[in-house]
């Protein structure tokens, strides 16, 4: 049986794709075209890595690889390592998708991306916890100095929140600091609008690491996840795309206590699929992946992902009753700003990453981190 190669990122919607689904989209496209889909599941830290050397292979060995939004698409496009997609969408509802997810599926006017999930900033929080201490909360939006106020009032509870603070996913969490500050995010060094601004939202983002569990500097994902689903804390920030796996009833007790707020200015990064150049099954490749994400299956992916991309789906009665978050995550796609579309930005959010974390751990101060962005200036193609 002819074979269809996924390279894939190690996360809950991916799972959505697997022949043993419970959803059956795999299995029945496979059953209808005879191909057997391969999905090849590496985890995030290893993922750039494996990627780079996959397509850049003369018979490379992937038809499929996932991206994420921004990140990668400029570089890989620039390279003719992806294939511009638009001349074999013309019966593929684009038009569905959301705004803000059609902006991160192009790249110099062309679609080089189809979206599988949507994976922006949502505030997983404890409304009887709220209830407890007399607040009552109505917002679906919350700016940062509200959000700090409302972990001070929380601070009997402590640890109150978790950030999601470990080196693998600390750039992303601090973004929303810096907007909420005025400050854009650049491709290059010395990467941030405004020092001044810059050294303010450094002071907003630590100032929550009081009110954090021990080890907030190695939470990421799965350490968020089980702080929330443990009642360890009040308030989790995570991402839309972990939120059917982090509101599993089947592992979490509070699933009906919990609620969801997200920041007044989100960084959503949206995965999904781009075609490589050295694939030899291009044909199948966008037949498959054109089925994988219409209408009726963005809300099967979407059960599971957490972060389904195509308007119909939030506007779904069934689908908001069974993911209740959609409201929430709807309103944060709307809100949502992303990272720089720039071959540089792969390359400069390398550098962000560790250097965030170290100030994060107090190992540099902020102004060593500002000057430590200045001195890259130099390195700057």
């Not at 049986?1 to 059956?24: G, S, T």
């Not at 599941?41 to 018979?59: A, F, G, P, S």
């Not at 601004?197 to 968020?224: H, M, W």
């Not at 839309?240 to 919990?258: H, M, T």
Request: charged share 25%.
């Amino acid at each position: 049986m002819k074979q269809l190669k996924i390279l894939a990122v190690n996360d809950p919607a991916i799972y959505a794709y697997l022949h043993e689904a419970k959803n059956q989209i795999t299995k029945k496209w496979e059953e209808e075209h005879q191909v057997k889909v391969i999905l090849d599941i590496i985890e995030w830290n290893q993922y750039k890595d494996t990627l780079d050397q996959e397509v850049r292979q003369v018979n490379g060995d992937y038809d499929i690889i996932m991206n994420p939004g921004n990140f990668w698409i400029p570089e890989l496009a620039e390279e003719s390592l992806i294939i511009p997609l638009e001349s074999y969408l013309t019966d593929y509802d684009v038009d569905g998708i959301v705004a803000s997810i059609q902006n991160e599926m192009k790249y110099k006017n062309h679609i080089y991306m189809i979206p599988s999930f949507s994976d922006g900033h949502i505030l997983f929080y404890r409304k009887d916890k709220l209830k407890e201490k007399g607040i009552v909360n109505t917002k679906k939006v919350i700016t940062i100095p509200e959000l700090k106020e409302l972990v001070r009032q929380l601070e009997d509870n402590n640890p109150v929140i978790a950030l999601k603070s470990d080196v693998s996913e600390i750039l992303l969490d601090f973004i929303p600091f810096l907007w909420n500050r005025g400050v854009e995010v650049l491709d290059q060094a010395p990467y941030f609008s405004d020092e001044e601004k810059t050294i303010l939202a450094i002071q907003d983002y630590l100032s929550f690491r009081f009110y954090c569990p021990k080890g907030i500097e190695y939470y990421g994902n799965q350490q968020v996840k089980e702080s929330i689903q443990k009642g360890e804390v009040v308030i989790g920030i995570s991402w839309g795309g972990q939120a059917a796996a982090i509101l599993n009833p089947d592992e979490n007790p509070y699933v009906n206590k919990i609620d969801f707020m997200t920041y007044q200015y989100p960084c959503n990064t949206t995965w999904g699929f781009a075609i490589a150049a050295n694939s030899k099954n291009k044909e199948a490749a966008i037949n498959y992946l054109t089925y994988v994400t219409n209408e009726e299956n963005d809300k099967l992916v979407g059960r599971i992902s957490g972060g389904p991309v195509r308007i119909t789906t939030y506007q779904d009665k069934d689908e908001q009753k069974y993911c209740p978050w959609y409201h929430v995550q709807f309103e944060m796609l709307k809100n949502a700003k992303n990272v720089p579309k720039s071959i540089h930005f792969g390359q400069t959010a390398a550098r962000l990453y560790p250097l965030i974390h170290q100030l994060f751990n107090g190992k540099i101060t902020p102004n060593d981190f500002i000057e430590e962005c200045k001195r890259d200036i130099n390195t700057n193609d």
